[in-house]
């Protein structure tokens, strides 16, 4: 069974700081997911890794693949408060028909 | 439609009543899946179709959940007989197979 872990799964910020959120994966995985929402909206792409090595970059957010270590990292530079929401991590496999499983969020809040 | 549309975007039930939740798929996605959100559980996989047939439904919880879906397009999910903890957001997502997934904003049911 696939499993998904983010860590930390609360983190709260200042603003400027920076910051890294990590998802560990327990098999082969063909993509990695990242996404983020907002209270009582529903889930925004930020990512898709595809390869080892990948890095994705997107204003202040940076994600990054590692397949042989099964861990992807979203790396906060210069928080600044509009960036507070739940990032989720979540991966799927073509053998699974692509379902997405996902972790189980980390709660970020930046604080002015 | 330019993104995935899903009615209503509220629905609070009583215990034992059945509910009938919408999802419409942007137009040509071949793939449409079911999550449900919520606290206790984080998101999960409920069903997948690809076109009207559904090769996986491991995720649905009880013989009391049931979906089908038309034309190769719009998708209902059946509650039947609401027990209090179906209580979730329910979230549909479509893709063309293979591809990044666009989520709808959510169904919020509340089981009274």
């Known amino acids: 069974e696939l499993k998904v872990e983010q860590n930390p799964l609360f983190l709260s910020m200042q603003e400027g700081k920076n910051y890294t959120i990590y998802c560990n994966y327990s098999?082969?995985?063909?993509?990695l997911y990242w996404y983020r929402q907002d209270p009582g909206k529903s889930l925004e792409s930020l990512f898709v890794?595809?390869?080892?090595?990948a890095v994705k970059q997107e204003g202040r957010l940076m994600a990054s693949l590692d397949t042989k270590a099964r861990l992807s990292t979203l790396h906060i530079t210069a928080a600044v408060h509009d960036l507070s929401a739940t990032y989720f991590c979540?991966?799927?496999?073509?053998?699974?028909?692509?379902?997405?499983?996902f972790g189980k969020g980390t709660l970020l809040t930046v604080n002015p | 439609g330019a993104g995935v549309s899903q009615s209503p975007s509220n629905k609070v039930t009583e215990k034992g009543k059945d509910v009938e939740l919408r999802c419409d798929p942007i137009?040509?996605?071949?793939?449409l899946y079911w999550y449900r959100q919520s606290l206790g559980q984080g998101l999960e996989f409920l069903i997948y179709?690809?076109?009207?047939?559904?090769?996986?439904k491991s995720g649905l919880p009880s013989d009391r959940f049931s979906a089908e879906r038309t034309g190769g397009s719009v998708s209902t999910l059946t509650i039947q007989r609401t027990q209090q903890e179906d209580s979730a957001v329910y979230l549909c997502?479509?893709?063309?197979?293979?591809?990044?997934?666009?989520f709808g904003s959510g169904t919020r049911l509340t089981v009274v």
């Open positions: 137009s040509g996605h071949t793939a």
């Open positions: 098999t082969t995985s063909d993509r």
């Open positions: 890794l595809l390869s080892n090595g």
């Open positions: 979540a991966v799927d496999m073509r053998g699974s028909n692509y379902k997405l499983t």
């Open positions: 997502a479509s893709s063309l197979v293979g591809d990044g997934y666009t």
């Open positions: 179709f690809q076109g009207n047939s559904a090769p996986d």
